[in-house]
């Protein structure tokens, strides 16, 4: 992961020490997938974040947080609790960063 750390993650989640090591390696792939995604939806590189702004901006790391929390929770491709548009926050938090 280039901005998250898994102990953030495992933080954020609020997830014990036990269930913590035993989804690590998930918790990972999660956060790595998170911050692509996010890349992908503001149209910008990890470095141009970091010239640009000095760091990843709070904005992008709470909406980070909040998709990386939605993939873990909702990983049931199956699972019909909980499907819903992107949440009005998720969008607020990143759209000052969308490059167009």
């Known amino acids: 992961m280039k901005w998250l750390t898994i102990e953030q993650i495992i933080a954020a989640l ?3 020490t036990e269930q ?4 690590r390696g998930l918790l990972e792939l999660y956060g790595r997938s998170a911050e692509r995604s996010i890349l992908n939806i503001v149209r910008r590189s ?3 974040l970091i010239d640009t702004y000095g760091e990843v901006p709070d ?5 980070t947080f909040e998709l990386t ?3 873990i929770r909702h990983r049931s491709p199956g699972e019909q609790v909980g499907i819903s548009i992107v949440p009005y926050n998720f969008d607020l938090m990143l759209k000052n960063y969308i490059r167009l």
């Open 14 to 16: 609020r997830l014990d």
């Open 20 to 23: 913590a090591e035993l989804e």
């Open 46 to 48: 990890y470095a141009e």
């Open 59 to 63: 904005d992008i790391m709470v909406a």
């Open 69 to 71: 929390d939605n993939l």
